[in-house]
């Protein structure tokens, strides 16, 4: 998405010199009738940005801002900040890394709330209101009126999961260097972790699979698949879309699952194989 923004803003320089003022003004005038009507399609139901506003201002101006620019009221004593929705840049989303999630997406989120920040689930409201706020959301970005939403990632089905593939997704988080940032054991202790940062320059930690924590965009093993494929916008946590066939890539949900605290197959058949992390020294290491 950094490419996009940049590329934009020399075409922008161009159409304000090339035009007198009052056509710049009508394309303004343009840009605001497009994303004042924005409309989100979830399912059977239409979200317009209009009917989502007086939600926005009760439940959720307070953190991101009455603007949108994550700048509420009560975003000084927040960490993770709010997010910027000014920006357009999201970090759960079915979609590949630097396009815009779909409607879906967003409203999953809201209804999901994001582990480990102060955004909450909101569990409560009804599928209108939901697309009501996505849509007023979409209406605080330009991005929506020039771009389209990417097209979802494919999940192939979950393969039955076996030893094997649990010590073949061993050698890809090797491979592939997950380590790095999450660290040998996956408790967020990689060599690079103390010095990530978001794009904004903030300080930022790679996830805990040890401790218990939930993945802020879902904790299916569909949803891990996906997070890994399309990568965490904003955050330096890439895709790997590029790196990982399909079948690697279950193979690593299965190894990642193993990490993870919570009682899984994956995590009884690393016991009983005495699967052990893997030694960085010495490629992959003893199993
Ligand atoms: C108490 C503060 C707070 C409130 C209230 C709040 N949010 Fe958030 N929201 C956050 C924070 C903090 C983040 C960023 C979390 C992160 O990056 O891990 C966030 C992120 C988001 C995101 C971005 C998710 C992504 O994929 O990047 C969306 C969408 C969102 N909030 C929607 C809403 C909506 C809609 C409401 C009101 C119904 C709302 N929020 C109310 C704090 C809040
Ligand atoms: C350059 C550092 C870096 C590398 C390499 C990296 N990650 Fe991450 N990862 C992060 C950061 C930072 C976060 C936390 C993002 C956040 O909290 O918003 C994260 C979060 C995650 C999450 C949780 C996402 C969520 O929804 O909360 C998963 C799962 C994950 N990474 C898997 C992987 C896997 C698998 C690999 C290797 C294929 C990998 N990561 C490589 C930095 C990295």
Not at 6 to 33: E, H, K, R, W, Y
Not at 68 to 88: H, I, S, T, V
Not at 208 to 234: E, H, W
Request: hydrophobic letters at 35%; a neutral charge; proline letters at 8%.
């Amino acid at each position: 998405m950094r490419i996009a923004l940049g590329n934009s803003l020399p075409l922008l320089a161009i159409v304000v010199m090339a035009f007198p003022f009052a056509s710049v003004a009508q394309q303004t005038n343009a840009d605001f009738n497009a994303r004042i009507r924005m409309e989100s399609h979830i399912g059977t139901v239409t979200g317009h940005a209009k009917a989502g506003q007086s939600d926005y201002r009760r439940y959720c101006a307070g953190c991101h801002g009455d603007r949108g620019d994550g700048m509420g009221e009560n975003a000084p004593w927040l960490d993770p900040k709010p997010r910027d929705f000014q920006l357009g840049i999201f970090k759960c989303r079915s979609t590949p890394t630097g396009t815009l999630p779909t409607d879906q997406d967003m409203s999953e989120t809201i209804a999901r709330g994001l582990d480990r920040s102060n955004m909450p689930r909101w569990n409560t409201f009804t599928g209108q209101q939901k697309a009501d706020l996505v849509a007023w959301i979409k209406h605080f970005s330009p991005r929506w009126v020039s771009e389209k939403p990417g097209t979802p990632i494919q999940i192939p089905p979950e393969p039955a999961i076996t030893a094997d593939r649990i010590k073949d997704g061993r050698e890809v988080f090797a491979r592939v260097q997950c380590w790095k940032c999450h660290g040998v054991t996956g408790e967020a202790n990689g060599p690079s972790a103390a010095t990530l940062q978001d794009d904004l320059g903030r300080p930022i930690a790679p996830f805990n699979f040890a401790d218990g924590s939930s993945p802020k965009c879902g904790s299916s093993d569909q949803d891990v698949y996906r997070i890994f494929m399309t990568g965490l916008d904003g955050t330096p946590m890439p895709s790997f879309a590029d790196n990982l066939k399909p079948d690697e890539a279950w193979d690593l949900v299965f190894y990642l699952r193993a990490l993870m605290s919570e009682p899984s197959k994956a995590k009884a058949i690393a016991r009983q194989l005495g699967l052990k992390s893997i030694d960085t020294n010495a490629g992959v290491g003893p199993q």
